[in-house]
């Protein structure tokens, strides 16, 4: 009887190391797509599917918390049109005890627990865990593991997710702060361009009106000055034309892809000797053999070292050039 104790014991030992083994493989996985995924929904796609990949025996859920509006949303069943909600202050959910008292909690026996408590995505559940995500001190969301077994949790699977949704929860800011960062970054740029089409083709369009009502009014008294004006319009037509050629090149990333960086420099050129009448000498050699990223981040410093010329320098002549 001692002997087969200790057997069950020795089985017992190895069946629990397997299992932290491949939980801490996961927590592995989970941190290089966490590195390495900076889109939000597909974050969260990747790290459910690692999660209930690694974990067969159990089922996973992520519930995200709204700080506005204190409720939580599960995120990781794409495959239905409405998620799953629970409130922050709800009295009974796992989800949100475990939240608002910043520590993992578990029920083993769903017989004696009463109704609400576990999570509704494993029907037939047995046993279910819920783990804070916390990132700088804030309740990020609820990492949920469900069994259809009893008593199949302990306090250290606890410590084990705890460690995984710690992981999930800063992968989540993350993918939060670079999505923040790329939208204002694309409103930076759209008022950027705003600022450009005010001060460049809508005053030219300006200035075209206004010379055509002036070569208009000289038509019946003074024909022999309507050349003047004309002039000046052709003049502001060409350089508006140029300007806003400048404008959709920037606004249509793909033509520099298409057309290459030369034909982006020498529209810059165009624009600035059309509007600003500044003589530009360009030396562009042919097209380089370097990635899109590099053309674009060649073509940007060029255009803000153009735009400082003019703003700043108040020079009568530029240089530019590529070897």
């Known amino acids: 009887v001692t002997s087969r104790r200790a057997y069950l014991a020795q089985k017992e030992a190895h069946i629990e190391a397997a299992q932290r083994a491949l939980e801490l493989e996961t927590v592995a996985k989970i941190s290089a797509a966490a590195t390495s995924i900076l889109d939000l929904d597909r974050l969260l796609s990747t ?7 690694s974990f067969p025996s159990y089922y996973l859920d992520i519930f995200l918390l709204n700080a506005e509006t204190n409720m939580f949303a599960c995120v990781s069943e794409a495959e239905q049109p409405s998620p799953r909600r629970l409130a922050l202050d709800d009295p ?35 046993s279910e865990m819920a783990v804070p995500m916390i990132a700088a001190k804030q309740i990020v969301g609820v990492l949920v593991v469900q069994s259809a077994e009893p008593e ?15 992981l999930m929860a800063v992968a989540v800011e993350n993918a939060r702060l670079y999505r923040a960062a790329h939208e204002l970054a694309v409103f930076e740029e759209r008022s950027r361009l705003a600022r450009e089409l005010h001060d460049s083709v809508s005053q030219a369009l300006y200035g075209v009106a206004l010379g055509t009502r002036t070569a208009q009014k000289l038509r019946a008294r003074e024909p022999e000055k309507v050349a003047e004006p004309l002039d000046y319009v052709l003049s502001l037509a060409e350089a508006g034309l140029s300007e806003m050629r400048a404008l959709i090149f920037e606004l249509r990333p793909e033509l520099l892809e298409n057309d290459g960086l030369q034909a982006a420099l020498a529209a810059q050129v165009a624009s600035l ?7 530009v000498d360009a030396e562009l050699c042919d097209e380089p053999d370097v990635s899109i990223a590099m053309k674009e981040a060649l073509y940007r410093i060029a255009r803000e070292a153009l735009h400082n010329t003019v703003k700043h320098a108040r020079a009568t002549h530029a240089k530019v050039r590529m070897d």
Do not use: C, Y
Request: net charge positive; hydrophobic share 45%; aromatic share 2%.
């Open 92 to 126: 009974r959910a796992l989800v949100a005890r475990a939240a608002r008292i910043r520590q993992g909690v578990m029920v083993n026996d769903a017989s004696i627990a009463p109704e609400g408590v576990l999570s509704p995505g494993l029907p037939e559940a047995r």
């Open 47 to 53: 790290m459910t599917a690692l999660a209930r990949t």
């Open 152 to 166: 199949r949790f302990s306090k250290g699977d606890i410590r084990v997710m705890s460690t995984l949704a710690d």
């Open 273 to 279: 000797r059309a509007r600003h009448q500044i003589e």
